[in-house]
């Protein structure tokens, strides 16, 4: 993959990165994991100071103001987590050398990112065979990676996506789809099970993986699992190796964000009315047949394995950037 996937330059400051994600304009799990990392990037190169512990404290008040703009997407921290723990693993240095080898360290996490797609892209589209129907559910770019390979390798598929209510984000994966040529059907999420018995294979996304194997994705994804389960539809998911928790090993849950009302309905045209508006739901192993990562395809239970090797010994994220540390 290359940048044009992602809506951001790489001028992005950080109080626009936080501004955007936070209302959506700059979304996807991967996409925010790689906007934080320029935003902290440009942060770290407008460091003014002149102490190594100075610019320690600079980037990772920086990171606290990304970690904030919204919770539950993995991929947010462990952006961070490695920009921070690879500073914090630099032996003595000058502030110059310090403050180049962080901004590296940004770029190097940006360019894992869109191989890591690339590679599952590959990996994934392995799995779809000629004359498949696909069903995705929300706008994944990870997800679409393998559908968009599978079509490039000339399989004559057809996908099935949805709305995505409330924010609609199948308009975006729809679109992009009939663009490149790919025969493209929207339905209305509650319209899955209707259409499951057309469905050879179902790829979703993923917002974070906990060490359980369970996916929390875009809500509503948990009932297509169960739908696709109740079908023997197979139901992979696409999911970078930064979009695992570490910290659900330390027992912690994955934090469902709920959102406006708003988002949802016109809230003054019901009065006296409680809207909810989750924006993720998790979806428990059983309901998943694999896992695509760079590092290849997994069953779910093999969670804890990758985010044992891909992170080593987990420190929460609000210790890595606490003041001081
Ligand atoms: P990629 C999105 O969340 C969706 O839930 C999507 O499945 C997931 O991120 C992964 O997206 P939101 O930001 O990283 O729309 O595969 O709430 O693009």
Known sequence: MDKS??????????NEACERIENMDIRGAGRIARAVAVALKNHTAAFKGDSV??????????????????????SLA????????GMDAMDAISVD????????LADGFHQRSLKAMDTIADIGAERIRDGDTILTHCNSTTALGIILKAHSEGKNIR????ESRPRHQGYITS?????AGVPVELIVDSAV?????EVDIVIMGADTISANGSVVNKIGTSQVAL?????RVPVIIAAETYKFSPETLLGRLVEIEEREPQEVVDTRKLPGVRIRNPAFDATPKEYIDAVVTEVGMIPPTAAYNVIVEQFGPTIPIQQLLKEGE
Do not use: C, Q, W
């Not at 996908?159 to 949805?162: D, G, L, R």
């Not at 739908?227 to 079908?231: L, Y």
């Open 78 to 85: 462990n952006a961070l987590r490695y920009i921070v723990r």
């Open 159 to 162: 996908v099935i996506a949805t």
């Open 193 to 197: 099970r209707y259409f499951m018995p």
């Open 227 to 231: 739908i696709a389960h109740e079908a």
């Open 53 to 74: 512990r100075a610019l320690s404290e600079h980037v990772r008040s920086g990171a606290r103001k990304l970690l904030a703009t919204r919770p539950t997407a993995v």
């Open 175 to 179: 679109s992009a789809l009939a663009e």
């Open 97 to 104: 050398e310090m403050r180049a080898k962080v901004m590296d």
């Open 5 to 14: 996937i992602d809506n951001f330059d790489d001028s992005l400051s950080l």
